[in-house]
């Protein structure tokens, strides 16, 4: 089974700031995982992917992500925060191992507000 | 691309009556998800296609949904007789199949049922 973890429900941090979104998994193999952001009255959105390789990952708006295989852990980062950055972030996970074709099983979702 | 399109992209409807949701994927994508979102229960897979085919319906919540994919290039989601607690946002996303690749959204269909 495959299972993703956002422990915090919303993150809070001031503009100008840096920013860090938790997220763990867990998956009986390997892990493909994905960042979603979601805005306000819209679909989720692509931000970035850990496949193989490096385990720093960059993405679109300047985000960031560092996979750790010990710690099981793949958090959503990015040096300054911008008050248009405020949404709703996703975290997902794909085992490696799974036969089930390209399915995703995402977190439960972690609310980022940047303040001015 | 146009990305995934979904239509109507906000619908109200009396409950008892019948909801018909579509869904045209990527172009060149064999796998199509639909979703729910809910503030209640978060984001869940409902059903997932393959080539056209139901591979995992085991999130479809009860006999009142149905989904079907008769081609590549269009997929609808049926939910007859509607009630309230289906009132939600219904997500349509399309990748390519192997593993790995990325899914990508459509912009969503918000469901009222009143």
């Known amino acids: 089974a495959q299972s993703v973890a956002q422990p915090e429900d919303q993150v809070n941090v001031a503009e100008g700031n840096p920013l860090t979104v938790k997220c763990t998994y867990s998956v009986s193999g390997n892990p493909y995982l994905f960042w979603y952001v979601q805005y306000p009255n819209r679909g989720l959105q692509f931000l970035l992917k850990?496949?193989?390789?490096?385990?720093l990952v960059k993405g679109s708006y300047g985000f960031e992500a560092e996979f750790n295989k010990s710690q099981t852990s793949f958090h959503l980062k990015k040096p300054s925060a911008l008050v248009s950055d405020s949404a709703l972030y996703f975290c997902?996970?794909?085992?490696?191992?799974?036969?089930?074709?390209?399915?995703?099983?995402f977190g439960g979702g972690t609310r980022l507000m940047v303040k001015p | 691309d146009a990305g995934v399109i979904q239509s109507p992209r906000h619908e109200v409807t009396e409950m008892g009556q019948e909801v018909t949701l579509r869904c045209k994927p990527i172009?060149?994508?064999?796998?199509l998800f639909w979703y729910r979102q809910t503030m209640m229960r978060g984001l869940e897979l409902l059903i997932y296609?393959?080539?056209?085919?139901?591979?995992?319906d085991s999130g479809m919540p009860e006999d009142r949904f149905s989904a079907k994919m008769p081609n590549a290039s269009f997929s609808t989601l049926k939910i007859q007789p509607s009630e309230p607690r289906d009132s939600a946002v219904y997500f349509c996303a399309s990748s390519l199949s192997r593993s790995g690749n990325t899914i990508y959204f459509g912009e969503g269909s918000w469901l009222t049922v009143v």
């Open positions: 997902a996970v794909r085992d490696m191992n799974n036969n089930a074709g390209n399915m995703l099983t």
């Open positions: 172009s060149g994508h064999n796998s």
């Open positions: 850990y496949i193989t390789g490096d385990n």
């Open positions: 296609f393959n080539n056209n085919v139901p591979i995992d």
